[in-house]
C-alpha cells in the first residue's frame, strides 16, 4: 500500500511527466477557464493564456515547455492561420484586394514608422536592432479571430481585409528579418535574392495550380471516404507549412496559402468544413493559446527598472501603432467606429510571428534580453487588449446583423425557412440533401424535411419501413454539418398533390426535386407529369440535373428571364443564388436584359448581399441557343422559369428545358419557379392585370399560325 501511495505521488511531481497526466490537465483547462472567466466577462482566450502562465515553467511549473508542448503549439498556430484562409470569402476578398493591400501597408508602415525612432533614439539601440524591433510591430497574430468565427461574423468585410492584410504584413516582415539576417551574415547579395524569388515562385506555383488540382481528383475519386478527406486536409496545411518554410519564410505564411489554396474546393456549410473548425476550435488552437502563456515571464518585470521601462515602450509603442493604421484604414474606407474597433482588435495581438522576429534576432545576438524579454510583456498586454477589443467590437456587429437579418426575416420569412426534399429513389438523396444544405439558412431552426410519396396498395406498409431504413445514413450526413433531418412518409395516389400538401402542411418555403429519370422534360416522375408538380406546388420548386460535384463548378450562371425578378419568390431565389456563389467561391453571371440586371443589382443592394454579379445581355430569347458557345462544362446554370398564368410567363420557355437538356449535358443545371405569384403579383402600376386571358390567347394565336404555316408547308 505505501509503495502504492508512493508511485502515486511520483506522478504528480511537477513539472508533469505523465503524458496521459498532461493532457488531461489540459483539457480540463481547455473546458472549465472560457466556462468560468465567462461569469466575470472576461474572454475565454485570455483565460487560457492566464492558465499558460499560472501552470507553465515561469509560473507553478506544473507544466515543462517541451517537445510535445511545442508540437501541439505549432499545430495550433498553423490551424489558426489555415482557418483564417478558409473561411475567406474569396468573392468578398476578391472584390476588396485594393483595400487588403492598402491596409497591409498602413499596418506594415505605421508601426515601423512610429517604432524605429523610439528604439533608435529613446532606447538607443543600433540601425539592425531598431529596425528588427520596429518591424517585429508590424507583424501581428489572429489570436482574436475565433472569437469572429464563432459569433458568425467571419465574412464581414472590415473582417476580410485584416486577414488579408494579416498575410501581407507578415510576410514583408518576414522577408526583412531574411533580409536582416543576410545582412548581419554578410549573404546579402545577387545570389540571396534571386534564390528568394525564385523559391517563393515554386512555392506559390505548387500551392496554387499542382495541390488545387491533386486536391479536385482527390475529393472526387474518394467521395464517400469522408474521414479520408479531413486526414488529406491536414496533410495539406502541414506539407504547404514545410514548402515555406524551405522557400525562406515562416510556416504560418504556407498553412494561411493552403487554406485559400483549398478554399474553392470545401464549401462552408459542408460536413469537411464543420470537422476542420470543430476539432480546431476544440483542441489545437486552445492548446496554442495556452503556450503562448506558458512564454510569459512575470518575474522579468521585477529583475530591474530597464525591463520594465523596455516592456512599457514596447506595448505602448505596438498598440499605438496598430491603432494609427485602423485609424486611417477607417478614415479612407469609411467605417464606423465598431469597424475601427475590429481592425484594431484583430490586428494588434502580437504572438507567434513576433516570437520568431525575436527569437531569431536574439540567438544572432542583434538583440538584447531585455529586448526578449519586454517582448515576452509584449505578448501578454497585446493579447489581451486584443481579446477585449474584438469581443466587444465583434458582438455589435454580430447583433447588428442579426437585427438586419430579422428585418428581412419578417418580409421573406427566411429565419423559417423549411426546404422539403421529394425523394423517388434515395440515391439521389445524398447530391440533393448536399445541395439542400449549401443553400439552407444558418439561423433556421427548421429541419430539412425528405419526403417519399409511397402507392397506396398491399406493399404500401413494406415500402415505408424500407423507405426509413434507407434515410438512416442521410440523418447521420447532414448531422456531421450539425443540421437536423425529419423525415416522412406519405401514402398518396398521386405523388404531385402529396407533395403539395405535405408542403403546405409544413408550411415549406422551397421544394427541391431530381431531374426526371427519363429522357425527355416532360416524361414521368414519380409516376406523374413534371407540369402537375409545377401547378400544383406553389412554394419555390427547385428541379436538379446534377452530373458532377460542385468541387468542379468556376461559375454560377444565372438566366433571369424579363419581368421575373418582378415575382413574390425572387428576393428568396436571388439571397440563395449569392449563397451558393459565396459556399462555392464562384463569380455569378447574369444573363438577362439590362432592365432586370438593373433591378437584381438594386436588390442585391438593399439586401446587403455580397456576391460579385458579372452581367451579359440577352436580347432575343427567341435564339437563346446562340449563348451556348458561351457556357463552359464547368458552369453550374440557374434557369429562373415561370409558371403558365404568371406576369413573368413567355410560351416560348415551355421548350427550353428540353434544349438545355441536349445542349448542356455535362453542365450541372437547376431550373427555378419562385414562388407562385399569379395570385399576388408585384406590379404596382398593374395591380388588377392578370397575364392568364393574354397569355392563353397568345398560346391560342401561335397554334394557328404555327397551322398556317404547316398548310402552307404543305401546299
Known amino acids: 500500500m505505501i509503495e502504492f501511495f508512493k508511485h502515486f505521488l511520483q506522478e504528480f511531481e511537477l513539472p508533469l511527466s505523465n503524458p496521459v497526466l498532461i493532457f488531461s490537465l489540459i483539457l480540463f483547462i481547455i473546458l472549465l477557464s472560457p466556462i468560468l472567466l465567462k461569469k466575470i466577462n472576461i474572454p475565454g482566450i485570455i483565460g487560457l493564456i492566464i492558465s499558460g502562465v499560472i501552470i507553465g515553467p515561469h509560473g507553478l511549473n506544473i507544466l515543462a515547455k517541451n517537445s510535445a508542448v511545442d508540437l501541439f503549439s505549432t499545430i495550433g498556430l498553423l490551424y489558426i492561420m489555415f482557418i483564417a484562409g478558409l473561411e475567406l470569402d474569396m468573392n468578398e476578398f476578391k472584390a476588396n484586394r485594393n483595400k487588403s493591400l492598402l491596409f497591409g501597408f498602413f499596418t506594415f508602415i505605421f508601426p515601423l514608422t512610429i517604432g524605429f525612432p523610439v528604439c533608435y533614439y529613446l532606447l538607443q539601440y543600433d540601425f539592425n536592432a531598431s529596425f528588427l524591433t520596429a518591424s517585429m510591430f508590424a507583424t501581428h497574430t489572429l489570436v482574436a479571430y475565433p472569437i469572429v468565427s464563432k459569433l458568425g461574423i467571419a465574412k464581414n468585410q472590415a473582417v476580410a481585409i485584416t486577414v488579408g492584410g494579416t498575410i501581407l504584413t507578415d510576410t514583408a516582415v518576414l522577408i526583412i528579418l531574411a533580409v536582416i539576417m543576410g545582412s548581419s551574415q554578410g549573404n546579402l547579395n545577387q545570389a540571396f535574392w534571386i534564390k528568394l524569388t525564385v523559391s517563393l515562385a515554386i512555392f506559390s506555383a505548387i500551392m496554387f495550380l499542382v495541390i488545387p488540382r491533386i486536391a479536385k481528383w482527390f475529393f472526387k475519386k474518394l467521395e464517400s471516404e469522408k474521414h479520408a478527406h479531413y486526414i488529406f486536409v491536414l496533410s495539406v496545411v502541414f506539407f504547404a507549412a514545410f514548402l515555406a518554410e524551405v522557400a525562406g519564410v515562416e510556416p504560418i505564411i504556407g498553412a494561411f496559402v493552403a487554406g485559400l489554396a483549398l478554399n474553392p474546393l470545401i464549401p462552408h456549410s459542408s460536413a469537411l468544413m464543420n470537422r476542420i473548425e470543430f476539432i480546431g476550435n476544440s483542441l489545437f488552437i486552445p492548446f496554442f493559446l495556452i503556450s503562448v502563456g506558458m512564454l510569459v515571464d512575470i518575474s522579468v518585470i521585477l529583475s530591474g527598472p530597464t525591463a520594465l521601462i523596455v516592456a512599457g515602450t514596447l506595448s505602448v509603442v505596438a498598440i499605438f501603432g496598430k491603432w494609427t493604421a485602423a485609424f486611417f484604414t477607417q478614415i479612407v474606407f469609411k467605417y464606423t467606429k465598431t469597424e475601427r474597433q475590429l481592425i484594431f482588435g484583430l490586428s494588434s495581438a502580437h504572438a507567434a510571428a513576433t516570437l520568431a522576429v525575436i527569437l531569431v534576432g536574439f540567438k544572432a545576438k542583434i538583440l538584447d534580453e ?158 406523374e407529369n413534371v407540369d402537375s408538380i409545377i401547378n400544383n406546388v406553389d412554394k419555390s420548386l427547385f428541379i436538379c440535373r446534377f452530373q458532377k460535384t460542385f468541387i468542379e463548378e468556376r461559375r454560377l450562371v444565372f438566366i433571369c428571364p424579363p419581368f421575373s425578378e418582378r415575382g413574390v419568390g425572387f428576393h428568396l431565389l436571388l439571397q440563395k443564388i449569392c449563397r451558393l456563389s459565396q459556399e462555392l467561391s464562384v463569380p455569378i453571371i447574369i444573363y438577362a436584359e439590362y432592365k432586370t440586371h438593373q433591378t437584381i443589382q438594386q436588390i442585391a443592394t438593399n439586401l446587403k448581399l455580397n456576391a460579385k454579379l458579372g452581367f451579359k445581355s440577352i436580347m432575343d430569347w427567341d435564339d437563346f441557343e446562340s449563348i451556348s458557345d458561351e457556357i463552359k462544362p464547368t458552369d453550374l446554370i440557374v434557369f429562373n422559369l415561370s409558371r403558365k398564368g404568371s406576369v413573368s410567363y413567355q410560351s416560348i420557355f415551355d421548350k427550353l428545358p428540353q434544349k438545355f437538356e441536349r445542349s448542356f449535358e455535362e453542365n450541372n443545371l437547376i431550373l427555378v419557379y419562385a414562388q407562385d405569384d399569379r395570385k399576388v403579383t408585384s406590379m404596382d402600376a398593374y395591380e388588377d392585370f392578370t397575364a392568364t386571358p393574354l397569355t392563353k390567347g397568345l398560346e391560342a394565336i401561335e397554334q394557328i399560325g404555327r397551322g398556317l404555316g404547316n398548310i402552307l408547308k404543305k401546299g
Open 370 to 527: 531585455n529586448i526578449l524579454n519586454g517582448t515576452i510583456i509584449l505578448i501578454l498586454i497585446t493579447c489581451i487588449v486584443a481579446s477585449f477589443a474584438t469581443e466587444k467590437a465583434a458582438k455589435k456587429i454580430a447583433i447588428c446583423e442579426e437585427e438586419i437579418s430579422h428585418e428581412e426575416a419578417n418580409s421573406d420569412q427566411i429565419l423559417d425557412e423549411h426546404i422539403l426534399i421529394p425523394l423517388a429513389k434515395t440515391s439521389a438523396a445524398a447530391t440533393l440533401l448536399d445541395f439542400a444544405l449549401l443553400i439552407k439558412d444558418k439561423k433556421s431552426a427548421n429541419p430539412v424535411t425528405l419526403l417519399t410519396i409511397v402507392p397506396n396498395n398491399d406493399q404500401a406498409e413494406k415500402n415505408i419501413l424500407k423507405y426509413r431504413k434507407a434515410v438512416d445514413k442521410f440523418v447521420i450526413q447532414a448531422s456531421a454539418s450539425e443540421v437536423k433531418i425529419n423525415t416522412i412518409a406519405r401514402i398518396d395516389h398521386n405523388p404531385a398533390s402529396g407533395i403539395s400538401r405535405t408542403s403546405k402542411e409544413i408550411m415549406s418555403d422551397i421544394v427541391i426535386v431530381g431531374w426526371p429519370r427519363k429522357t425527355g422534360f416532360l416524361d414521368k416522375i414519380f409516376g
